[in-house]
């Protein structure tokens, strides 16, 4: 097993990646698994990420923010390599739809037990992610937070959602899917891979086989505040002017050319249209027994539903 952990990210620099180091080795090494904990940033990070199949490795723990997790995922994506994760960054989604606990020891203990499960990516325009997409609102967020990430957490949320809010302009949107096509004056627009639940940025199944689309109407900048502000509560799916889309393949036309979007926490310049599809059991995840447990019984009321 090799371990890249993210040089750069707090719990590393706090604590030292010396010590670091040899918990994690300590942690995750057993009788029959040698560990190879690999403490890095930038290039140096992608390249342990992307070396380690070629070096033996079957399974590789990322300690690290949704942006570097997403790169080993679409490295990893239709293999037999199988990923871990440890929640080093500032928002962890993969980690927190798997019930990882937030702090390392109780992370790596619950990764000591975990055991290799299949879930489902999502691509745009071909390049696999894992979670979130998310054009308008959504990616000048993610730029606003990025800018002010040295303000702290709470303060820098708030400010964040300032700037996203009032740069945000109105987009003409045009949402395709099966062929069919709704347009929509909107401010932001997100794809997730399988919904989140009616409440909490939470994914209970990872292996749902659908997209989730949510655009959000442009109705004047006081409604697009109190959206904005219920985005960070996850009080906006149900607020007035947001349509809702699910489904396997979903194309976003616009009369841009092109348009930033915040793919996993990760801003990128994309042309338009934006094609997303879902990539069903794409990836292979190290999930905690408990997860394991609580995918099936989702399943099981799924397909109970499904027959009834």
């Known amino acids: 097993m090799r371990v890249v952990l993210n040089a750069k990210a707090g719990t590393v620099h706090d604590m030292g990646p010396d010590k670091v180091r040899d918990i994690v080795d300590e942690a995750l090494t057993r009788p029959d698994l040698d560990v190879d904990v690999v403490v890095a940033e930038g290039d140096a990070m992608a ?11 079957d399974t590789v723990v990322v ?16 293999t037999d390599v199988t990923l871990g994760v440890l929640p080093l960054g500032t928002m962890n989604l993969l980690a927190y739809d798997i019930g990882l606990p937030r702090d390392l020891m109780g992370a790596l203990e619950a990764l000591h037990d975990a055991k290799p499960m299949r879930v489902d990516l999502g691509t745009l325009n071909g390049r696999p992610f894992h979670g979130v997409s998310g054009v308008g609102f959504f990616s000048q967020m993610a730029m606003a937070r990025e800018q002010l990430r040295d303000r702290g957490r709470a303060f820098g949320w708030f400010m964040a959602l300032g700037r996203a809010v009032f740069r945000s302009g109105r987009m003409s ?6 062929g069919a096509r709704e347009s929509i004056d909107a401010y932001a627009a997100l794809v997730t891979v399988n919904a989140f639940d009616a409440s909490g940025w939470h994914r209970s199944r990872l292996d749902g086989g659908q997209l989730e689309v949510l655009v959000a109407e442009d109705r004047g900048t006081l409604a697009r505040l ?6 960070l509560v996850d ?11 699910s489904a396997r393949r979903v194309t976003i036309h616009a009369r841009r050319r ?37 995918q099936a019984h989702e399943r099981e009321i799924h397909e109970r539903d499904d027959v009834t």
């Open 47 to 57: 390249s342990a990420i992307a070396s380690a199949p070629h070096e033996g490795y």
């Open 63 to 78: 300690g690290a923010g949704d942006g570097t997790v997403s790169y080993a995922a679409s490295v990893f994506a239709n």
């Open 173 to 178: 949107l045009e949402v395709e899917v099966a």
């Open 226 to 231: 109190r959206t904005g502000a219920e985005v």
């Open 235 to 245: 009080a906006w799916r149900g607020a007035p002017g947001i349509h809702s889309f």
């Open 258 to 294: 092109r348009a930033w979007v915040a793919t996993d926490g990760e801003v990128t310049r994309e042309s338009l249209p934006l094609r997303y599809a879902l990539a069903p059991a794409a990836l292979s995840l190290l999930v905690p027994p408990s997860a394991h447990q609580w």
